[in-house]
């Protein structure tokens, strides 16, 4: 029987996504409502989304495990895992799109069916045109591995900070079991998180919009075809403007070129245009590839409304903070925005002169070399990272207390056989399900082997401490899951993690890293195969191919993430270990696993206890749970004041805390498509939405990455020795002036 709560699309949505009348709280009208056009029907949440903007249309004879399939899949994965490790040291932040696996698999597919013969013997290698199943599963699989996996950036930590270098094996395994524990978890979880139509993961809409696009024949498709390669071309001729010749249009500030570099104070508000510059208030990037990760095509009204307000006030909190001296960071003159530690003179932080040859605190040196000091809009950023977390505890339990209950009510989660009022899910029912004891042994494999490597190379937890840290990351993967599926918002929960390994793991810094590892990343893929498992069901794949393309994917991404690792690594050492970086390579998110190893694991006590300089950070978790409560509590004072609804607290915070990261270029012209998108266009324009939207996004994303792969080996360095664009006005001399004219941020 199908769970009623489960099988009506909208209700998740109902306080969600309605539009923005939130902000005009006395209004009895919504701002949605539109002037009336025939045969077009407003978007207006999960069920809408899914019957009007994806099809049900299925053919269940197309194979989709194809031959095509075992050599674009494994090819585009070791692309991807290539890409994304030179990403991870880039200030940028910038990720390998799924789009852009896509379009290339699309390419690539159909130049192998029309070049290879198509009779007697080879039809069983070409086995008629290229089709939306195997093109899925070759997405799936390259996009698998096409995100830097979580212990290879602990693997880096150690050899930059810490001296130790794993071997390759130890690397490797480590990697494939905190990996595929989270796998074993999304199986378990796929009554709750996969095949309800209120699961939607927005993340998935672009490519899905594209997948059918380009593999059903129609009239409309053709058009829409035409449509997203002309906007595909125009981005990808215009990346090459921005990221390399014109340098300036990725943070366009008028204060800044006014300024022309005169003022800290203006580059630490207004600066935007390199690594740990500043909040970038009223700064514009016309850079796709910054643009996007602002999400504003895609992600629901209610979740960019919510980003919006967390980041209005971050403005007025980072700045305000640094200056009123907030934590000292002002006063002891240590930078504006890193992620790095320093000295109470504002010089680097030497953790090896505080950790003896174990690699644990010797109290003796830590009192000869005093505490370590985070910048204030770190510390900030921190604490409002720990609210996120407890108010994302809070919020599942007011607001979807409903589908938790009966998801877990007497293991139903477990139970095989259910039924789902899903119109995909009901498509689906002609293929055979995986399982759950496939998902169960993977779970049972990758744990006993996360076990064993504990002990190999170096021991970095004792074995019940694999096992106290994994129940941990699969109840944040429930809680913080349920977010992602309904909003595709992601929220952080290593902070969380670190807070109780502390007291697990007290003055251990490395046994903190990969406490990390096993509460954290094991969610955090958990997330992954979530949204791919959902993404194979739009387009009608057989799970046991899905399943397959997952963990071949996890495979090679491991081992190829390893290789690029040790090569960047090794030749851009002195780069990565700077606090502020350079333009082109950046250490920022290893030296942010770094220092919160450090201040975690080997001086929490040092640093958090009452009456420390940093006592208020992890009472985040404290405000952060509370505040939903009076959300809550005003909702049902106030029921036609959609305002207390309509906010997602955990947003919120995670926007408050989230400028004083790399660069910040993004997000005031993400604000202004993601309004016009979202709001005008939906609820004005829906024909033109339901058709184009996504596809738009598909097709700029793809494009933009596309150039900055071949940009990055071009001429970025990624490939040998980096081509800089001759200097002029819009392409500054970084070491004289900010790259939007800002003063330039140099550290010594």
Known sequence: MAHSHLTEPSKVFEHQEKDLKAFDVHSAESVEEAPSQQSEQVIRGAGDITNLIISDEDNPELPALTFRFW?????????????????????????????????????????????????????????????????????????????????????????????????????????????????????????????????????????????????????????????????????????????????????????????????????????????????????????????????????????????????????????????????????????????????????????????????????????????????????MSLLLTYASMGAAFSHILLWHWTELWEAFKGFNFLKSGQDFDDIHFRRMKVYKEVPQLWYGSLFVVSLGLAIGMAYVGMNTLPWWSVLLFTVIAFILAVILGFIYAVTGFQLSTGGFVQVIAAYVHPQQPIQNMYAKLYGYNTGYQTFAMLSDLKLGQYAKVPPRATFVAQVSGTIIGAIFNYVLYKSIVDANRADLINPIGTRIWSGWNSQEINSAAITWGALSAELYSPGKTYFQIPLGLLYGFVTPFLFYAMHRLFPRQRIWSYLNMPIVFTYLGLLPFSVNGMWWPGFIIGLSTQWWVRTRKPRWYIKYNYLTSAALDGGASIIYFILNFAVFGAGGNAISFPTWWGNPDPSVISVDHCMATTFS
């Open 71 to 379: 050599v674009l899949g494994p090819g585009l994965a070791t692309f991807g895992s290539v890409l994304s490790e030179i990403y991870f040291w880039k200030p940028q932040g910038a990720i390998v799109s799924a789009l852009f696996q896509l379009i290339i698999s699309y390419m690539l597919g159909n130049a192998m069916h029309y070049a290879m013969p198509s009779t007697g013997i080879w039809r069983r290698l070409n086995p008629g045109p290229f089709n939306i199943k195997e093109h899925t599963c070759i997405t799936i699989m390259a996009s698998t591995a096409s995100v830097t996996a979580n212990a290879i950036g602990i693997v880096a930590t150690l050899d930059l900070f810490y001296g130790v270098t794993l071997s390759p094996e130890a690397a490797i395994f480590q990697t494939f079991a905190s990996q595929l524990i989270g796998y074993g978890f999304a199986g378990l979880l796929r009554t709750l998180l996969v095949w309800p139509t209120y699961a939607l993961f927005p993340n998935q809409l672009p490519s899905i919009s594209l997948l059918q696009s380009m593999h059903f024949s129609s009239l409309l498709n053709r058009k829409k075809m035409k449509y997203f390669w002309f906007v595909f071309g125009a981005i990808f001729c215009w990346e090459i403007i921005p990221t390399w010749m014109f340098p300036l249009l990725t943070a366009v500030s008028v204060i800044c070129l006014a300024d022309n570099g005169r003022s800290p104070v203006i580059r630490n508000i207004f600066g935007a245009g390199a690594s740990n510059e500043g909040l970038g208030l009223l700064s514009f990037a016309f850079d796709w590839t910054l643009i996007t990760q602002a999400y504003p095509l895609y992600w629901p009204l209610q979740t960019q409304v919510s980003s919006w307000v967390g980041m209005a006030f971050g403005y007025v909190l980072m700045g305000g903070c640094y200056y009123a001296d907030v934590f000292q960071g002002y006063s002891r003159g240590l930078p504006f925005m890193s992620t790095a530690l320093f000295t109470g003179n504002g010089s680097s932080y030497n953790q090896s002169a505080i950790l003896g040859s174990n690699h644990q605190l010797d109290p003796e040196m830590y009192a000869e070399v005093g505490p370590p000091f985070m910048t204030t809009t770190y510390a």
